[in-house]
């Protein structure tokens, strides 16, 4: 599908979305948050649901949570218009509750055309909800963080980079620690991304090993 095609289709897939009845929440959203950002972007962001501030906006990301995410992007060098941000749901939970599985499996095929007509190489899925069904594994978010693993989605292979939710991040300091430098890891992945495997290194001369080393004393 060539670029002007694929935008034609992302924007189809988004009016379809806009009138969703496949789930409860339908009922109690203002309107469908689709995803919002460069539709050819190479690094895309999945988070949760939207929450009061993005049900009332229509975008993600809006509130607390995306004041940190814009912080975050702005530190390696990027701006929201650089990236694709979309969430697992499409409408917000009442009361910000989590979602649950069978609103996950009724709004996940649209993340999933997004992904494939997106096409990013790298995805940074926030949180536990968003990694767990981009993995397709159920290891949590704490185990899993800024270890990239290659995913097949869309049918293509993807590197996937789970990431703490900012809004979790927002309340615990060690947390946002640990996110800044997850987060200052993303250009190096992008960039190891856009390049084919390089040629291995020729070995370095193996210097002779001291007395000391042969020991295994270093
Ligand atoms: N948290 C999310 O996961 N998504 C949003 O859009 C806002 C807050």
Do not use: W
Not at 183 to 198: C, K
Not at 202 to 208: I, Q, W, Y
Request: one cysteine or more; aromatic letters at 6%; a negative charge.
């Amino acid at each position: 599908m060539d670029p002007v095609e694929r935008l034609a289709t992302l924007d189809a897939l988004q009016q379809e979305a806009a009138g969703c009845t496949r789930c409860r929440l339908a009922e109690g959203r203002t309107q469908v948050v689709f995803g919002v950002g460069d539709p050819n972007a190479d690094l895309m962001f999945v988070g949760e649901a939207p929450g009061f501030h993005e049900d009332k906006q229509g975008y993600p990301f809006v509130g607390q949570a995306g004041k940190l995410l814009d912080k975050l992007l702005a530190g390696i060098g990027l701006e929201r218009a650089d990236v694709y941000i979309a969430n697992v749901i499409k409408c917000r939970p009442p009361g910000n509750r989590d979602p649950v599985p069978d609103e996950i499996e009724a709004c996940e095929p649209y993340l999933f055309r997004q992904i494939e007509l997106i096409e990013p190489r790298v995805i940074a899925t926030l949180g536990n909800f968003a990694t767990k069904l981009l993995s397709g594994r159920q290891l949590g978010i704490t185990r899993v963080h800024g270890q990239p693993q290659s995913v097949t989605l869309g049918g293509r292979q993807v590197l996937l980079y789970p990431l703490y939710h900012p809004a979790a991040a927002l309340y615990t300091p060690r947390m946002l620690t640990v996110l800044e430098e997850d987060f200052a890891r993303l250009p190096g992945l992008l960039d190891l991304e856009s390049h084919e495997p390089a040629e291995p290194e020729p070995e370095p001369e193996l210097a002779a090993a001291t007395p000391a080393e042969q020991l295994g004393l270093f």
